[in-house]
C-alpha cells in the first residue's frame, strides 16, 4: 500500500508555470505507475500525465508540449510542471497510483488504486 500527499497548488497568473509535488510513503514510486489527474467544477476527473516504472511518459492532449511529469526516486516523489498555464487548467490536481500494472499508463481514474487528497490550482488574474 501507498499514502500519497500533493502539493504546490496556489492561485497563479495565466502564463505562469506551476510545480506540482507528490510524496508517497509506504512503497517506492517505481513499484506504481504513478499518474495525475484533475477535475474541475461540474466536470469528471481527467488524466493529464502518468509515468511508468521505466521512466516512460504519456500525456493529455490538453497538456502535451506544456506538462512535464518526472519523479525523484531519492525523495520518493512524482512531480508534474505545467507551463504557460490557461484558465482551463484552474482545477484539482490529483496524484494516483496503479497497482495493476508497472507499464501500461492507463488512462481511466476508475483504474487507479491509490489517491491523494488533491491540491487547487487555480489559474486567474
Known amino acids: 500500500q501507498v499514502q500519497l500527499v500533493e502539493s504546490g497548488g496556489g492561485l497563479v497568473q495565466p502564463g505562469a508555470r506551476l510545480k506540482l509535488s507528490c510524496v508517497a510513503s509506504?512503497?517506492?514510486?517505481?513499484?506504481?505507475?504513478m499518474a495525475w489527474f484533475r477535475q474541475a467544477p461540474g466536470r469528471v476527473r481527467e488524466f493529464v500525465a502518468g509515468i511508468n516504472m521505466d521512466g516512460g511518459s504519456r500525456y493529455a492532449d490538453s497538456v502535451k508540449g506544456r506538462g512535464t511529469i518526472s519523479r525523484d526516486m531519492t525523495l520518493n516523489t512524482v512531480y508534474l510542471q505545467i507551463e504557460t498555464l490557461k484558465l482551463q487548467d484552474t482545477a484539482v490536481y490529483y496524484c494516483?497510483?496503479?497497482?495493476?500494472?508497472?507499464?501500461?499508463?492507463?488512462?481511466?481514474?476508475?483504474?487507479?488504486?491509490?489517491w491523494g487528497q488533491g491540491t487547487q490550482v487555480t489559474v486567474s488574474s
Open positions: 509506504g512503497r517506492p514510486v517505481n513499484n506504481y505507475v
Open positions: 494516483a497510483a496503479d497497482a495493476g500494472n508497472l507499464v501500461s499508463i492507463r488512462t481511466n481514474a476508475s483504474l487507479y488504486d491509490y
